[in-house]
């Protein structure tokens, strides 16, 4: 099969397109024949191998993906051949006290898909069975593998831990980023406010049609003094923050009385400050998230239904690339071009 491959760690230079043999599936595995990979930053730090350990080479990447199921192990009685599906990533052991007890992201063993074993940036990837689920009718390949690991992220960081509720004031950074796009339309989704953060004009205008408030151009404008501005200085309920470094440390002085912090990925840097005394004083909660569960996977994903022929949630493809241009999609990635997902098509 045609797969994307790295047999050192390094630039997007590394990957390269070469012929591998198709995976072999277990008794509780599927063999999914993939049409769509979308890109995430994870990939490039098990790529360039920084942040991520135990990954065996040469090494397939990727952890989202979508397509049609090609084999089905013998355990597997629930699933077809030629069933359309998107990948769960979230890869845990199904048998210990978090996994029982619905917190598979808490598992001692849970990883995402593509950083342990081989991932999506290829025609066929084998992952275990509980780990797809349905395409939302309506949705094509490409958005379906826009959807799981952001979308994901976003929710169990805005409704699974700071319990976003109707009418609170949302700061979302880096609007353009995959997991931003989805945080702006999860939190309007929950009624919020949102104010959000970008590099151009042209991305907060986006931010805007996917229903964004406000907009700050960070590149312009210090987004404490905007946010104390837009906010009369009373300051914002939940700040989504995945960058790290200065804007982990100055969020924190965007946050209201009672705030709540929910920080993941640190895409920037992943070294923060913090003045305890506001912690304290301000009575402010940080939460630290990785990935969501299975189950919130299910829960979003209603959100993409068109039953009504209104659907509430929608993937953002910023561009798609053919498999073989990989290296070209992770410099796009790196260098922060993209609004929403990049995605391979296999
Ligand atoms: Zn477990």
Not at 113 to 121: K, V, W
Request: include cysteine; proline fraction near 5%; charge should be neutral.
């Amino acid at each position: 099969m045609n797969a994307i491959c790295f047999h050192a760690f390094g630039g997007p230079e590394v990957l390269t397109l070469e012929n591998t043999s198709r995976p072999v599936i277990g008794p509780n595995e599927v063999l999914l024949h993939l049409k769509a990979a979308a890109l995430n930053h994870l990939d490039m730090w098990v790529r360039s191998g920084t942040r991520e350990r135990n990954i065996p080479l040469p090494h397939i990447p990727g952890s989202d993906g979508a397509g049609i199921i090609a084999e089905i192990g013998i355990a597997v009685d629930y699933l077809k051949v030629g069933d359309p599906v998107l990948i769960s990533p979230g890869i845990s052991c199904g048998h210990c006290d978090m996994c029982f007890s619905g917190n598979d992201n808490l598992c001692r063993t849970f990883h995402v898909l593509g950083t342990r074993e081989d991932g999506t940036y290829a025609e066929f990837v084998k992952l275990p069975a509980v780990n797809v689920q349905p395409i939302p009718a309506g949705l094509d390949f490409t958005q379906a593998a826009a959807i799981p690991l952001v979308f994901l992220t976003a929710w169990h960081m805005l409704v699974g831990l700071t319990k976003i509720k109707p009418g609170e004031i949302v700061l979302v950074h880096a609007a353009g980023s995959g997991v931003g796009s989805a945080a702006i339309q999860i939190a309007k989704l929950f009624g919020a406010h949102v104010i959000t953060t970008a590099g151009s004009e042209e991305k907060l205008t986006k931010a805007k049609t996917l229903g964004a408030d406000d907009g700050i151009n960070y590149k312009e404008k210090d987004f404490v003094e905007e946010v104390k501005r837009l906010t009369a200085r009373r300051g914002v309920d939940i700040v989504f923050e995945h960058n790290g470094g200065e804007i982990f440390e100055k969020s924190i002085f965007t946050l209201a009385k009672g705030g709540r912090l929910v920080t993941c990925g640190s895409t920037s840097d992943y070294i923060g400050k913090i003045d305890l005394r506001y912690l304290f004083a301000k009575h402010l909660t940080l939460h630290g998230s990785f990935m969501g569960t299975k189950r919130e996977l299910i829960d979003v994903l209603r959100f993409f239904e068109n039953g009504t022929g209104n659907r509430q949630l929608m993937p953002v493809i910023d561009s798609v690339f053919p498999l073989a241009k990989a290296p070209d999609a992770h410099h796009r990635m790196e260098e922060r071009k993209n609004f929403g997902k990049i995605v391979l098509s296999v």
